[in-house]
T-cell receptor
Framework: GDSVTQMEGPVTLSEEAFLTINCTYT??????LFWYVQYPGEGLQLLLK?????DKGSNKGFEATYRKETTSFHLEKGSVQVSDSAVYFC??????????????FGRGTQLTVWP | ETGVTQSPTHLIKTRGQQVTLRCSSQ?????VSWYQQALGQGPQFIFQ???????GRGNFPPRFSGLQFPNYSSELNVNALELDDSALYLC????????????FGDGTRLSIL
């Protein structure tokens, strides 16, 4: 079945360091891919998305490229800030019959950025 | 633009009781999905509603049921609560379609004693 695998956390970085959080997926067909961020005590916020191969999603300095050949959607940021500390979730959505629009999430990666 | 709102924020119940959680969709959205997020885990899909009908269901027993109303708001009902039902319950609204991003509320934290 469809699934998402994220790199295990936690990830701890100093401010201005480079961030990569790996995400790979398993799906049949052509999924849409998403990154969501969850701050403490809150719900999930959409960070970025890509709906077809080679698309690059970007937002707030974060980027991820949909790589069909490697079934990956790695999240990157060139220079992290303390305010980026949160849990990051990779997710996929594939329309197939009655499960149209269902999101499959990875387990999440906790990021902590120190000043 | 009003976002997704959920109520209540927190709830404490005992085993065997029943609970109803509520969700108001973001303006313009016609699809509502519910997810269960256990501590330290990613959200798990419970079900989705579109045009007041269940459009898909995850691996949850029938004691998890839902409703969607004509204004696209929604309820999640859980009967015969079990200790393992303790979790954060998230509602997400969207337009219908697999490439449409889902917008989440802040969730209801349900604790079962």
């Amino acid at each position: 079945g469809d699934s998402v695998t994220q790199m295990e956390g936690p990830v701890t970085l100093s401010e201005e360091a480079f961030l990569t959080i790996n995400c790979t997926y398993t799906a049949t067909g052509y999924p849409s891919l998403f990154w969501y961020v969850q701050y403490p005590g809150e719900g999930l916020q959409l960070l970025l998305k890509a709906t077809k191969a080679d698309d690059k999603g970007s937002n707030k300095g974060f980027e991820a490229t949909y790589r069909k050949e490697t079934t990956s959607f790695h999240l990157e940021k060139g220079s992290v800030q303390v305010s980026d500390s949160a849990v990051y979730f990779c997710a996929l959505s594939e329309g197939r019959g009655s499960t149209l629009g269902r999101l499959y999430f990875g387990r999440g990666t906790q990021l902590t950025v120190w000043p | 633009e009003t976002g997704v709102t959920q109520s209540p924020t927190h709830l404490i119940k005992t085993r065997g009781q029943q609970v109803t959680l509520r969700c108001s969709s973001q303006s313009g959205h016609n699809t509502v999905s519910w997810y269960q997020q256990a501590l330290g885990q990613g959200p798990q899909f419970i079900f989705q509603y579109y045009r007041e009908e269940e459009n898909g269901r995850g691996n949850f027993p029938p004691r998890f049921s839902g409703l969607q109303f004509p204004n696209y708001s929604s309820e999640l009902n859980v009967n015969a609560l079990e200790l393992d039902d303790s979790a954060l319950y998230l509602c997400a609204s969207s337009l219908k379609g697999s490439n449409q991003p889902q917008h989440f509320g802040d969730g209801t934290r349900l604790s079962i004693l």
